[in-house]
């Protein structure tokens, strides 16, 4: 799927260096680990994300990684976002660096998921997470049920894109 991907997009200039986006490679696996748990403890203080890393790593290694397209934002050699989308345009997740949220970036990543699944992009959003589904309805989303979230428990809005 990477083949796909847009290399060398150069984005806007965040804090006066731009941003590209490229595709995943193997050795970005120890930051976008990081990535992801900086993001979700910030999102989500009470959790403890340092305990669920061993169980991220592996998810990523044998769920996403082989099964999605993973498109990262690079800014001054620094991973600062990434988002993974299957090929049933599933888009199991959108990381971006907090002190990167409110910029471009998301956006970005979210268009190039739209790109490479142009037809529809499906998703699932914590209910308590107001602005991320702020986010998704700004970029198109529109909400198209509830679920439960069967790795934690969290009630969940589904959402859906239509290209």
Known sequence: MDARIKSGHDGVALMGTPYQLRPYRAEDEDAAIALWQQTWQQAYPSIDFAARVTWWRERWRQELVPNAAIVVAEQASALVGFVTIDGTGYLDQLVVAPDRWGSEVANALVDESKRLSPERITLL??????????????NGFARAGEDINPTSGRPVLKMEWKG
Not at 125 to 138: G, L, P, Q, S
Request: cysteine-free; charged content about 45%.
């Open 125 to 138: 959003v914590n209910k308590d997470n107001a602005r991320a589904i702020r986010f998704y309805e700004r």
